[in-house]
Antibody, heavy 125, light 107 residues
Framework: QVQLLESGGGVVQPGRSLRLSCVAS????????MHWVRQAPGKGLEWVAV????????YYADSVKGRFSISRDNSKNTVYLQMNSLRVEDTAVYYC??????????????????WGQGTTVTVSS | DIQMTQSPSSLSASVGDRVTITCRAS??????LNWYQHKPGKPPKVLIY???NLQSGVPSRFSGSGSGTDFTLTINSLQPEDFATYYC?????????FGQGTKVEIK
């Protein structure tokens, strides 16, 4: 069964750090790019970051660039999100999601097809 | 960054209705457009990838169309389990971006 399980959320003061983890099972983790997506209370979905299967490339939303860092350990089937200098506006449910591509007529189309249940991060003094 | 704009932001519909949601990209994204359904307390679920391709296991009453900058999600014969928020997302270039969402409510 393909599954993603996030952990590491909690309540933290502004300016502090937190590291989220997401453990994958049921598929070949090292073959898949991985994303983090968040949803703030009462708001829509916001893409946060992506990491390539081998960790060679990483991309971030402008809102977290320079503060958050995505990484992975393929030997542990785990992707991480290191969140530094947290702000009140980082309060959200954070989801990890698997990247999948479809080859349609020689063009690759990407989609996040498997999602974890989410972990809640609350930044408050 | 590519901006995604959905309309309407919310709508009320009855079971059995046909519902259409539109999504416009701020620049051309060919067919790199995905649609998701999101219910409270659950993770998002992909419905459509590459603008018009139905994800495995998704009912055929869901369909997508469009290319370039304008896209549409259609739900034929709305079912009780379809009341949710729907998001478009572009995967043409990073940062990937979502539309603001369309909440489909019961009339």
């Amino acid at each position: 069964q393909v599954q993603l399980l996030e952990s590491g959320g909690g309540v933290v003061q502004p300016g502090r750090s937190l590291r989220l983890s997401c453990v994958a099972s049921g598929f070949t983790f090292s073959d898949s790019g991985m994303h983090w997506v968040r949803q703030a209370p009462g708001k829509g979905l916001e893409w946060v970051a992506v990491i390539w299967p081998d960790g060679s490339n990483k991309y971030y939303a402008d809102s977290v660039k320079g503060r958050f860092s995505i990484s992975r350990d393929n030997s542990k089937n785990t992707v991480y999100l290191q969140m530094n200098s947290l702000r009140v506006e980082d309060t959200a449910v954070y989801y990890c999601a698997r990247d999948r591509y479809y080859d349609i007529s020689g063009i690759y189309f990407y989609v996040t097809d498997v999602w974890g249940q989410g972990t809640t991060v609350t930044v408050s003094s | 960054d590519i901006q995604m704009t959905q309309s309407p932001s919310s709508l009320s519909a009855s079971v059995g209705d046909r519902v259409t949601i539109t999504c416009r990209a701020s620049q051309g994204i060919t067919s790199h457009l995905n649609w998701y359904q999101h219910k409270p307390g659950k993770p998002p679920k992909v419905l459509i990838y590459a603008a018009s391709n139905l994800q495995s296991g998704v009912p055929s009453r869901f369909s997508g169309s469009g290319s370039g900058t304008d896209f549409t999600l259609t739900i034929n014969s709305l079912q009780p389990e379809d009341f949710a928020t729907y998001y478009c997302q572009q995967s043409y270039s990073t940062p990937w971006t979502f539309g603001q969402g369309t909440k489909v409510e019961i009339k």
